[in-house]
């Protein structure tokens, strides 16, 4: 692992609230086209049953990660080959 560098915390938090953002519409158009519903239930929604809330967090945490190691990884390449590396 390298030493970071002093550029690389506001880029990682710039990644983060993008990622966020992105991750966001993602979960709420998935939802959409798998459930049929506008709103996603969440942990206080009692309307709802367990496996709609539990699939719902599964579908978001999975979304989530991979939006951020993606913008983690493409940030990590491009950075490497900037520096004469493949």
Known sequence: ????????????AVLGLAGGL???ALFKQTW???SGQDDAPDAGDVERGWVEVLAAAALQGAIVGGVKAALNHG????????????
């Open 1 to 12: 692992m390298s030493k970071p560098d002093s550029i690389s915390r506001p880029v990682s």
């Open 22 to 24: 992105i991750a966001g």
């Open 32 to 34: 959409k086209l798998v």
């Open 75 to 86: 940030y990590l390449v491009r950075r490497h080959a900037g520096r004469g590396g493949s």
